[in-house]
């Protein structure tokens, strides 16, 4: 007969002392709560996609990346200018799953050279900046909204226009049809009131958006010269 095997019961650390008070058998028992009213720490879990969305954002090493979609989105950018702006090169490699694309840093960027760009790739001009999402149920989540050429040109256009200057004052919906080679994209400014009278979006306060730990220029990945030179010598014959 096997001999049980011993399992080690750890105790629990004893409440604060200003939370205990002795008994008569000379126990601890926790202290009756101040208001009549339990703590309840389920109240602060949320349900919902957003909800969802914003832990899956806070739990991510880099930076989550703005994607508009068909549907219209809601956001409202936290500064005035890109936070940074940089060149990326967009790679496109077998792997055992099948083929897939990935950017990668310019060195340009940083006035090295590239062995990208040595190898015959054209790096694409990209313009970070700090969005907020806003959810159906009014709860924003930070973004980094990369845009290249065509989105920078109308986003400056805001940006440089009166009526709608600067890109903080108020909010605007993004959207995204058509597939490669045919994209098309929507950035049209809207106001406050109408998230609520027109979308059904509550409007967040100013300190929901101040709570946010905006994204800086460290975010972006710098990669070494011989990690791209390693990819540009694999890739060298597609571009002879």
């Known amino acids: 007969m096997a001999t049980p095997t011993k399992r080690t019961v750890r105790r629990m650390p004893a409440p604060p002392q200003d ?3 002795d008994d008569e058998t000379g126990e601890e ?5 101040r208001g009549g009213k339990p703590q309840n720490y389920t109240e ?19 930076a989550n990346a703005l994607k508009p979609e068909e549907k219209s989105k809601v956001v409202k ?10 060149r990326r090169h967009w790679i496109e490699r077998a792997t055992p799953q099948g ?10 960027s940083f006035g090295k050279d590239c062995p990208l760009c040595e190898a015959g790739d054209r790096a694409q001009a990209v313009s970070a900046f700090n969005v907020a999402e806003i959810g159906d149920d009014g709860v924003v989540s930070l973004k980094s ?27 605007f919906l993004v ?14 400014p809207v106001k406050a009131t109408a998230l609520d009278e027109d979308y059904d979006i509550p409007v967040p306060d100013q300190a929901a958006f101040d709570r946010l730990e905006k994204y800086t220029k460290e975010i972006v990945e710098v990669p070494t010269r011989k990690t ?3 990819i540009a010598d694999e890739i060298a014959d597609d571009y002879a």
């Open 19 to 21: 939370e205990v008070e």
């Open 44 to 62: 602060e879990l949320r349900e919902g996609w957003s909800a969802a969305q914003e832990v899956m954002d806070s739990t991510s090493s880099f």
């Open 29 to 33: 028992e926790p202290a009756p709560r």
């Open 175 to 188: 959207s995204r049809t058509g597939k490669k080679g045919s994209v098309n994209h929507q950035v049209i």
């Open 99 to 108: 083929k897939s694309t990935r950017s990668y840093t310019c060195l340009k």
């Open 228 to 230: 791209l030179q390693d």
């Open 145 to 171: 909204w990369d845009v290249g050429p065509k989105i920078f040109n109308i986003l400056k256009g805001y940006a440089n226009d009166p009526k709608i200057a600067p890109l903080t004052r108020g909010f």
């Open 77 to 86: 950018f936290l500064d005035e200018q890109p936070y940074v702006n940089y």
